[in-house]
């Protein structure tokens, strides 16, 4: 009897929308998938939705310069399990503390297996301490390169990639889908709402601008209360921010009339995961504008833009004075993400489709020691 083809994952495994949402896609699509988590070597265990924690100093200072002895343990773990499970496909998930040289030892190991190799943050981003250093040095020892922005893709190729392929991010039909409030759920409710990090890339006065309208604004995320600290609060902003996942997420959005899609510059991203979420939830999406969105929503039908703070303002005041405008856009861009296929599950079966159609691998003749 012939066995599942099998995936040996690697990556963070704590939050589950990521790598856990992709092994389940590819577990309906008949895959075996086995977790390995290099945070499990620096961390502490804790529940699921909480903010990570690290064991110790001594572990976070590791983690920070990508070396030590707790990594090359976990490197070890990699060649250990993939010599004794024998999987078809060793996926990197958003995976920084892999080395070269175990990339060198898994084709002597098991040199039929593909390699692939996926990275949401941007790891060509400039950085004093590179945290992607050994990523952008294996760049040549992958067989695949799932990049999740354009620009990544001349990026891994420049450096040697022997494959790219453009993978998005995606939504999750099981959390990401319109839900009607209860009265209890009072506080998501809100004219417009931003749930993410800051960043200094002017979202600040563009939330403030909003706040000083006096608009029912809801903000959830990490970092604002820095912001504060540099720039005087506008009435009504609160003085710290805390992040919500799972399912206040989706209340945050749903409660909102409209949810605003700020881009990261720190990533040079041009589209976020927020892009699909929104929209798949029921909410009407007001998002920075980019060329590259502009090929997956028709603005002013499916979604809106926004180019600078006032344009952000000038289109929430419009569309909370036109609920009908905003209810058909808002459904409008419902029926794109469903019908153009970004759920996970697509989002998987389009990585398959190219990890199928690589040709085969020849062993490498030579491998390096781990560093």
Same mark, same amino acid.
């Given at each position: 009897?012939?066995?599942?083809?099998?995936?040996?994952?690697?990556?963070?495994?704590?939050?589950?929308?990521?790598?856990?949402?992709?092994?389940?896609?590819?577990?309906?699509?008949?895959?075996?998938?086995?977790?390995?988590?290099?945070?499990?070597?620096?961390?502490?265990?804790?529940?699921?939705?909480?903010?990570?924690?690290?064991?110790?100093?001594?572990?976070?200072?590791?983690?920070?310069?990508?070396?030590?002895?707790?990594?090359?343990?976990?490197?070890?773990?990699?060649?250990?399990?993939?010599?004794?499970?024998?999987?078809?496909?060793?996926?990197?998930?958003?995976?920084?503390?892999?080395?070269?040289?175990?990339?060198?030892?898994?084709?002597?190991?098991?040199?039929?297996?593909?390699?692939?190799?996926?990275?949401?943050?941007?790891?060509?981003?400039?950085?004093?301490?590179?945290?992607?250093?050994?990523?952008?040095?294996?760049?040549?020892?992958?067989?695949?390169?799932?990049?999740?922005?354009?620009?990544?893709?001349?990026?891994?190729?420049?450096?040697?990639?022997?494959?790219?392929?453009?993978?998005?991010?995606?939504?999750?039909?099981?959390?990401?889908?319109?839900?009607?409030?209860?009265?209890?759920?009072?506080?998501?409710? +809100?004219?417009?709402?931003?749930?993410?990090?800051?960043?200094?890339?002017?979202?600040?006065?563009?939330?403030?601008?909003?706040?000083?309208?006096?608009?029912?604004?809801?903000?959830?995320?990490?970092?604002?209360?820095?912001?504060?600290?540099?720039?005087?609060?506008?009435?009504?902003?609160?003085?710290?921010?805390?992040?919500?996942?799972?399912?206040?997420?989706?209340?945050?959005?749903?409660?909102?009339?409209?949810?605003?899609?700020?881009?990261?510059?720190?990533?040079?991203?041009?589209?976020?995961?927020?892009?699909?979420?929104?929209?798949?939830?029921?909410?009407?999406?007001?998002?920075?504008?980019?060329?590259?969105? +502009?090929?997956?929503?028709?603005?002013?039908?499916?979604?809106?833009?926004?180019?600078?703070?006032?344009?952000?303002?000038?289109?929430?005041?419009?569309?909370?004075?036109?609920?009908?405008?905003?209810?058909?856009?808002?459904?409008?861009?419902?029926?794109?993400?469903?019908?153009?296929?970004?759920?996970?599950?697509?989002?998987?079966?389009?990585?398959?489709?190219?990890?199928?159609?690589?040709?085969?691998?020849?062993?490498?003749?030579?491998?390096?020691?781990?560093?």
């Amino acid at each position: 009897m012939s066995r599942l083809p099998r995936m040996l994952m690697v990556g963070e495994w704590h939050w589950p929308w990521y790598e856990a949402a992709c092994a389940g896609a590819l577990l309906r699509e008949g895959w075996e998938v086995r977790p390995l988590s290099w945070s499990r070597y620096v961390r502490q265990p804790q529940a699921v939705l909480a903010p990570p924690q690290y064991r110790s100093r001594w572990l976070r200072l590791q983690n920070r310069l990508q070396a030590g002895p707790a990594l090359r343990a976990f490197n070890r773990e990699i060649i250990a399990v993939a010599a004794s499970w024998r999987p078809e496909v060793v996926w990197f998930y958003n995976c920084m503390p892999v080395f070269p040289a175990t990339l060198e030892r898994l084709r002597k190991v098991i040199p039929a297996c593909t390699l692939v190799q996926y990275a949401n943050d941007d790891p060509f981003s400039a950085w004093r301490i590179n945290p992607w250093r050994h990523l952008l040095a294996g760049i040549p020892l992958h067989d695949i390169h799932f990049a999740f922005r354009h620009a990544n893709l001349d990026q891994y190729r420049q450096r040697g990639a022997r494959r790219v392929a453009l993978l998005r991010s995606y939504y999750i039909a099981e959390e990401n889908f319109p839900e009607s409030l209860a009265a209890a759920d009072g506080r998501f409710c +809100s004219d417009v709402a931003f749930v993410g990090h800051f960043e200094e890339d002017g979202r600040f006065e563009a939330m403030a601008q909003l706040y000083r309208a006096k608009l029912r604004v809801n903000l959830f995320g990490l970092g604002w209360e820095a912001a504060l600290l540099r720039q005087p609060r506008p009435q009504g902003m609160p003085e710290s921010c805390v992040p919500v996942y799972g399912a206040e997420y989706r209340k945050a959005i749903c409660g909102a009339k409209i949810a605003l899609c700020f881009l990261s510059h720190l990533n040079h991203d041009t589209y976020t995961t927020r892009n699909f979420e929104i929209p798949a939830m029921g909410t009407f999406l007001l998002s920075a504008y980019s060329d590259d969105l +502009s090929t997956l929503f028709q603005e002013g039908v499916e979604a809106e833009f926004f180019r600078d703070p006032g344009e952000l303002l000038d289109k929430t005041l419009f569309y909370l004075r036109h609920e009908a405008a905003r209810t058909r856009v808002a459904a409008a861009g419902r029926a794109r993400v469903l019908r153009d296929g970004h759920e996970v599950a697509d989002r998987m079966r389009q990585a398959l489709a190219v990890i199928a159609s690589r040709p085969a691998t020849a062993a490498s003749t030579s491998a390096r020691p781990l560093p």
